[in-house]
């Protein structure tokens, strides 16, 4: 029997350990999985408990990927470029970190979604660590370009900064809203990406309505039982296609379990399973 866990803040909503479990009955491999909540600024306890009572890792939520990063021994690549780290596997080295959901991502969008990303133009919306983590990854993947938006038009330039820093192919940039709105009769993006958490409090990004009907796909990072605020403004502006981040969780747990076990599970049959289950709700 081998020991796992999701720590967050809060952590009680994960489906972490539904996902995983539908994994280790694809391989016959017995786990348990737990959801660990810790406390502001407690992370680094939780961590060190879980390991001394025979852990053998743990996956990341909000709010603590920054600190995962800071506590690992070594860390991936992708992490290093995102500065952030959502995976942990226990180690004789020490912790070693990763962060798969950029590789979640890009596994929904050109597997589940069917999109051939090579040469593909996105525009994310939003500049905090959800974005930090997919761009590398995206780029890994073929994109040529991606430019970052935010209300804040510094921290965006400022994570262009960072992650220009890490050697990747493609063009990185930043604008503000009122930039897009400047640009809105001219150029359009073939993916459009909400990594920001506006729709949960149910409010439109300042994406013009002509953008949204020249791209492709309009994605959110999130998920619900029924469209998202994004999807919805997305469609309602004639955007081709939309779709919410369940597959982007479900490609990103799979990374992490491949990292943990060697073997790389299927991800549709359990997709879909949890589709159900949401939408059942």
Known sequence: MKYFAVIGHPVAHSRSPIIH???AKQFGHEITYARLHAAPGGF??????????GGHGVNVTLPFKLDAYAICSEVSDRAKSAAAVNTIAFSKRGLIGDNTDGLGLVDDLSGRLGLKLEGLSVLICGAGGATRGVIAPLFEAGCRHIRVVNRDVQKAKQLCIDINNVPHHGALDACSYSDLQALKSGQGFDVLINATSAGLAGQRLDVPDVMFAKSRLAY???YAAKPTVFMEQAMQAGCADSSDGLGMLVGQAAHAYALWHGVMPQTAPVYKDLRAAIDGQ
């Open 44 to 53: 680094a306890d939780v961590l060190a408990a879980f390991q001394a009572a």
């Open 220 to 222: 959110d990072m999130v």
């Open 21 to 23: 479990q539908a994994f």
